[in-house]
């Protein structure tokens, strides 16, 4: 079995940052690439970060320069550190984990319930 769980988030201050973190548990041998997306309401869930385990990384248009993906794997936690954050950021904030259940297998896709992240003053 395995857990991905988003934690981090809450009410923060156009301008101000918030730290996002998402931490994959359970029996796997491996972290694959890892994303974050966000649903804001009323809209479908758009990617905004993932960060392969090689080190590859990549952004969305619009959270790039603001936005910064890093990941302990040690500790199995992939972070999303989030600054000049903007009205139109407030949403939820999930986590894809790609995780390998067994040596040879293929990757398996898992998804976290999500924390929310409201922008306002």
């Known amino acids: 079995q395995v857990q991905v769980a988003e934690s981090g988030g809450g009410l923060v201050q156009p301008g101000g940052s918030l730290r996002l973190s998402c931490a994959a548990s359970g029996s796997f041998v491996s972290l694959g690439t890892v994303g974050w997306y966000r649903q804001a309401p009323g809209n479908q869930r758009e990617f905004l970060a993932a960060r392969a385990s090689g080190g590859g990384q990549n952004y969305a248009d619009s959270v790039k320069g603001r936005f910064s993906i890093s990941r302990d794997d040690a500790q199995n936690t992939v972070y999303l550190e989030m600054t000049s954050l903007k009205p139109e950021d407030t949403g939820v904030y999930y986590c894809?984990?790609?995780?390998?259940?067994?040596?040879?297998?293929?990757?398996?896709?898992?998804w976290g319930q999500g924390t929310q992240v409201t922008v306002s003053s």
């Open positions: 894809n984990a790609a995780v390998r259940l067994r040596s040879g297998r293929p990757y398996v896709n898992y």
